[in-house]
């Protein structure tokens, strides 16, 4: 087996090597993956996002501020949420009794406060909940102004994937 000089990461085999390199690897039956769309896959896309970014007790702003969440999963998480989105009625109704969240504006930080304050939709960690109670209505501005737009947008969509009728956007 040589190393390629261009890049070191790379390394070249043989043809009558490939078929041991599977095993060389221990990458012999890899397991196929997730189906796009399936609930196996949804379930992973919104527990990758919730467990990056629903921090309600112990939120603080970065130091060196980096948004956390690859492009490639923002973009999933957009495509699936789209899809709900379009599945559903426009006209919505809500059972009683029902917290309603306007005009967040990328204010992440209040979010996060008014979640810990007033419990939070998420049950996925160690903190209440009570999205088995109400329903939750996010009635729109969520982006712009505050630094953290990218956070709230996320949120927002990971939660509606994850309880799709119980959170209203």
């Excluded at 939750?136 to 990218?150: E, I, P, W």
Aim: hydrophobic letters at 35%.
């Amino acid at each position: 087996m040589a190393t390629n000089n261009n890049n070191p990461y790379v390394q070249e085999a043989t043809f009558n090597k490939l078929e041991h390199e599977s095993k060389r690897l221990n990458v012999a039956n890899p397991t196929p993956p997730v189906q796009q769309g399936s609930a196996h896959y949804i379930d992973t896309l919104h527990s990758i996002v919730l467990t990056q970014i629903m921090k309600p007790k112990d939120w603080a702003p970065p130091a060196n501020y980096k948004f956390s969440i690859k492009r490639e999963i923002v973009q999933k998480l957009c495509d699936e949420v789209i899809n709900l989105l379009k599945e559903q009625p426009t006209v919505i109704k809500l059972r009683s009794p029902v917290k309603i969240f306007g005009s967040i504006h990328g204010q992440y930080g209040d979010l996060m406060r008014l979640f810990k304050q007033y419990k939070a939709p998420n049950d996925s960690q160690n903190y209440e909940c009570d999205i088995e109670g109400l329903d939750y209505l996010f009635l729109g501005n969520y982006v712009d102004r505050g630094m953290y737009s990218l956070e709230v947008i996320c949120l927002l969509m990971a939660l509606k994937l994850k309880f799709k009728d119980q959170i209203h956007l």
